[in-house]
């Protein structure tokens, strides 16, 4: 142990010169404390405040700490489940009037501002199909919105529990240093040519990661949850400002729509980054925790 | 087993105690204050409990945006026929002199009254926005008397907690809380836009709840009834809209 020069012993504490601040946060059993050399606990995020030469830290065992926490994975995907009914029933609703206005008002009998080129399962939407559509709006209408609650209740928790855990402050919120215009567009290039990160690198969220994360969960989610309330007249009654401000409920309507789109493109793309960076074991490590076969180097 | 295993046990057995209880309290709490809609059973209850018992407790005494004259639609979408029936076509043909409307169930003094009685009444005019659930809109003004001054003349008996109504059209009935029936917003409609309601937008009387989509404002209204149950009403879910699988409680 003497021969690593980022982890050494100091009367049974980690040498708080030498390792990231991050490592301290890790609560030490007198056993774990016992392996803390030669198994290199880390949590996803940790690597992003060691050195490169972190990697070489030597290391025999597979981590035995979760990549993800029990709470990301159970909300995850509880939401990916939420998410996927929100789709599939966003759409059943859309194609009962493929329609799009501006404004609070909008029905057949005036212009739209655009229309979706596709049949609808009503007729008495001029779309130039000659044929309707079977009409699923009702029980799609009801899990709609049983799929709302479920996944706003869960990203309530989600977020509370990031706050509370550092997983936000750790993990998701980007480092004051790493936060520069130079940084994002070497990382956009770096996406660009499928550059694979390093080892060090792939544990924790890089910086784009990071700031489409904070994206998603702090703006698409809570406009999306917005727009939808405000195309609901009940909830316009107790908060009218909510609906004006986004131009009447048509546009809310728009907006959401707009959103979910959005929504659907960081899906594909997160989708897509999965099977770059290795569907099996991103997989594996959000649904056991541990990545399975990720070995430090020795 | 371990200290900490144990701990962690009675916590969870604790909370887990805890959490049912509290889940009991409130379904008691929630069915004593009205807070559970009629089609709450089956796969998509629970997420309709949550909607109409958040919804009901914030809009308790909310009233729906009324708009500027200059924002009525130029265009409004009757999305309907007229009705088919005999029934409607005669009084239509009379120029709905007979139509009538009946009010009875938990009510002291069940009546009848005719569209010239109802148009005796002190009215009540508001420009209101009318969302279809399908996505699209419109903004008229409606004028009516308020169904809570046709309440007040029947006498409704302190047990009531809905009012049903039905349409001439046979396939159309649907029901509304007290919340909805006794609020200022809800009318029988029997003019719109200045001039008499028509037939495409329910004239001769359409009964408007603004502060629901546009399916639960029943066209062609011909009977009322007040009662403590739904149960008893067509499949029991509280208005014909559950049995073709929408939603009772039209708020979102």
Same mark, same amino acid.
């Given at each position: 142990?003497?021969?690593?020069?980022?982890?050494?012993?100091?009367?049974?504490?980690?040498?708080?010169?030498?390792?990231?601040?991050?490592?301290?946060?890790?609560?030490?059993?007198?056993?774990?404390?016992?392996?803390?050399?030669?198994?290199?606990?880390?949590?996803?995020?940790?690597?992003?405040?060691?050195?490169?030469?972190?990697?070489?830290?030597?290391?025999?065992?597979?981590?035995?700490?979760?990549?993800?926490?029990?709470?990301?994975?159970?909300?995850?995907?509880?939401?990916?489940?939420?998410?996927?009914?929100?789709?599939?029933?966003?759409?059943?609703?859309?194609?009962?009037?493929?329609?799009?206005?501006?404004?609070?008002?909008?029905?057949?009998?005036?212009?739209?501002?655009?229309?979706?080129?596709?049949?609808?399962?009503?007729?008495?939407?001029?779309?130039?199909?000659?044929?309707?559509?079977?009409?699923?709006?009702?029980?799609?209408?009801?899990?709609?919105?049983?799929?709302?609650?479920?996944?706003?209740?869960?990203?309530?928790?989600?977020?509370?529990?990031?706050?509370?855990?550092?997983?936000?402050?750790?993990?998701?919120?980007?480092?004051?240093?790493?936060?520069?215009?130079?940084?994002?567009?070497?990382?956009?290039?770096?996406?660009?040519?499928?550059?694979?990160?390093?080892?060090?690198?792939?544990?924790?969220?890089?910086?784009?990661?990071?700031?489409?994360?904070?994206?998603?969960?702090?703006?698409?989610?809570?406009?999306?949850?917005?727009?939808?309330?405000?195309?609901?007249?009940?909830?316009?009654?107790?908060?009218?400002?909510?609906?004006?401000?986004?131009?009447?409920?048509?546009?809310?309507?728009?907006?959401?729509?707009?959103?979910?789109?959005?929504?659907?493109?960081?899906?594909?793309?997160?989708?897509?980054?999965?099977?770059?960076?290795?569907?099996?074991?991103?997989?594996?490590?959000?649904?056991?925790?541990?990545?399975?076969?990720?070995?430090?180097?020795? | 087993?371990?200290?900490?295993?144990?701990?962690?046990?009675?916590? @969870?057995? *604790? %909370?887990?105690?805890? $959490?049912? !209880?509290?889940? #009991?309290?409130?379904?008691?709490?929630?069915?004593?204050?009205? +807070?559970?809609?009629?089609?709450?059973?089956?796969?998509?209850?629970?997420?309709?409990?949550?909607?109409?018992?958040?919804?009901?407790?914030?809009?308790?005494?909310?009233?729906?945006?009324?708009?500027?004259?200059?924002?009525?639609?130029?265009?409004?979408?009757?999305?309907?026929?007229?009705?088919?029936?005999?029934?409607?076509?005669?009084?239509?043909?009379?120029?709905?002199?007979?139509?009538?409307?009946?009010?009875?169930?938990?009510?002291?003094?069940?009546?009848?009254?005719?569209?010239?009685?109802?148009?005796?009444?002190?009215?009540?005019?508001?420009? @209101?926005? *009318? %969302?279809?659930?399908? $996505?699209? !809109?419109?903004? #008229?003004?409606?004028?009516?008397?308020?169904?809570?001054?046709? +309440?007040?003349?029947?006498?409704?008996?302190?047990?009531?907690?809905?009012?049903?109504?039905?349409?001439?059209?046979?396939?159309?009935?649907?029901?509304?809380?007290?919340?909805?029936?006794?609020?200022?917003?809800?009318?029988?409609?029997?003019?719109?836009?200045?001039?008499?309601?028509?037939?495409?937008?329910?004239?001769?009387?359409?009964?408007?709840?603004?502060?629901?989509?546009?399916?639960?404002?029943?066209?062609?209204?011909?009977?009322?009834?007040?009662?403590?149950?739904?149960?008893?009403?067509?499949?029991?879910?509280?208005?014909?809209?559950?049995?073709?699988?929408? %939603?009772?409680?039209? $708020?979102?």
């Amino acid at each position: 142990m003497s021969g690593n020069p980022l982890v050494r012993f100091d009367e049974g504490r980690v040498g708080r010169t030498l390792v990231s601040p991050s490592l301290l946060l890790y609560r030490e059993t007198s056993r774990a404390r016992a392996r803390l050399p030669t198994c290199y606990h880390s949590r996803m995020g940790d690597s992003a405040f060691l050195p490169t030469s972190a990697a070489a830290i030597p290391a025999t065992r597979v981590t035995s700490r979760p990549q993800h926490s029990a709470l990301v994975r159970v909300t995850h995907w509880i939401t990916t489940l939420c998410f996927l009914a929100l789709l599939v029933t966003g759409v059943e609703i859309l194609i009962s009037h493929p329609r799009f206005y501006w404004g609070e008002a909008g029905n057949v009998l005036t212009p739209p501002l655009f229309k979706l080129p596709t049949p609808a399962s009503r007729s008495s939407v001029p779309t130039g199909y000659g044929y309707v559509l079977p009409d699923q709006n009702g029980w799609s209408r009801y899990l709609h919105f049983q799929a709302a609650w479920v996944a706003v209740l869960t990203g309530l928790l989600y977020v509370i529990s990031i706050l509370f855990s550092g997983h936000l402050r750790r993990n998701l919120l980007p480092s004051q240093s790493d936060l520069s215009w130079r940084a994002i567009s070497i990382g956009i290039v770096d996406h660009l040519r499928f550059k694979r990160p390093s080892e060090a690198e792939a544990r924790s969220y890089n910086l784009l990661q990071r700031l489409t994360y904070l994206f998603v969960i702090f703006v698409l989610f809570p406009l999306v949850i917005w727009t939808g309330l405000a195309m609901s007249p009940a909830i316009a009654s107790v908060f009218p400002a909510a609906v004006s401000v986004l131009g009447g409920q048509e546009s809310a309507r728009t907006i959401h729509f707009f959103v979910s789109v959005f929504l659907l493109l960081f899906l594909l793309i997160h989708i897509a980054m999965i099977c770059l960076a290795g569907f099996g074991s991103r997989m594996r490590a959000m649904i056991t925790g541990s990545a399975g076969t990720y070995k430090e180097r020795p | 087993m371990s200290d900490v295993s144990r701990r962690k046990l009675i916590a @969870t057995g *604790l %909370a887990a105690t805890a $959490g049912a !209880s509290v889940l #009991a309290v409130t379904a008691r709490l929630a069915r004593r204050y009205g +807070l559970i809609p009629p089609d709450h059973g089956g796969l998509f209850g629970l997420g309709e409990t949550l909607t109409y018992a958040a919804q009901r407790i914030l809009t308790r005494h909310s009233m729906a945006r009324e708009f500027s004259r200059s924002q009525i639609s130029k265009a409004p979408f009757p999305n309907c026929e007229a009705p088919k029936e005999e029934a409607f076509q005669r009084l239509q043909a009379g120029g709905f002199a007979d139509w009538r409307l009946a009010v009875d169930g938990m009510v002291a003094r069940p009546a009848s009254f005719s569209l010239a009685e109802l148009k005796s009444y002190p009215s009540r005019s508001q420009i @209101t926005h *009318l %969302a279809c659930e399908e $996505g699209w !809109s419109f903004i #008229a003004e409606w004028t009516g008397v308020p169904l809570s001054h046709v +309440l007040d003349l029947v006498g409704v008996l302190p047990q009531a907690r809905y009012v049903v109504y039905f349409s001439i059209q046979r396939d159309w009935w649907d029901s509304v809380d007290m919340a909805d029936a006794l609020h200022p917003q809800t009318l029988l409609t029997y003019k719109m836009n200045g001039g008499e309601l028509p037939v495409g937008h329910g004239g001769p009387l359409r009964l408007r709840v603004p502060r629901q989509l546009g399916y639960k404002s029943v066209k062609y209204i011909t009977r009322l009834t007040v009662t403590d149950d739904l149960k008893r009403f067509g499949q029991g879910l509280g208005s014909a809209s559950p049995e073709g699988g929408y %939603a009772w409680y039209a $708020g979102i």
